[in-house]
């Protein structure tokens, strides 16, 4: 999924840790707690009867770009993941946005593993996926799937997309230009989740 960020995933790896400093996720699994804690969420809940699975996130959160982090963010993000096959789209059949904090997944095999699956995914900004996303909901919407040849275009286009850099939702955002073959720096987004609390101006990686 990193590949939304275009060339700069392979920077910080597939999996990196670094990754949730720059785009936070809904929450954060505390093992030995055994409990959530919320970050981007405000809160999330299934609905047996209705087989739905309903994430609110919290208002006042913004992306380094300036804009609120809403709803849209969150969907785009997992129609994004929708086009790249990914494993919680086996439990879900679509994705309902009912305000600007909640966002309602429709569930075709309800799993108490899709918790975990949504909410631990970093969120990305629609105002750079959005566009992908809305061509996904068009072709699922038609009855196609990422096996027709839509489909295989479309993931090609995704792909493609070579974002300049990272629009950060988190505490730290990457400083590209201090990009070497040793080192990189995050630097603090000062407006991001939690950039009041974090200890450190700048984090460096070597």
Known sequence: FNIMSGVLDAVLGGNSAYQDLIFIPGGMWLWEERKWTNLLAESFAFD????????????????????????????????????????????????EVKDAQTVVFKLSNPATVLERYIIRQSIFPDAVYGKFAKQAQALKKSGKDMDSDEGT?????????????????????????????????????????AADVVKFDKVVIF
């Open 48 to 95: 047996e009867a209705a087989k739905t699975f309903t994430y609110t996130i919290k208002k006042g959160l913004k992306w380094s770009d300036g804009k609120d982090i809403t709803s849209a963010d969150v969907a785009s993000t997992f129609w994004c993941r929708w086009i790249m096959r990914q494993v919680e789209w086996n439990y879900v059949d679509d994705i």
């Open 153 to 193: 275009t479309l993931n090609e286009e995704l792909q493609k997309l070579r974002p300049k850099g990272y629009t950060a939702s988190g505490p730290y955002n990457l400083d590209a230009k201090s990009i070497t073959s040793g080192r990189l720096d995050l630097v603090k987004n000062k407006t991001g989740y």
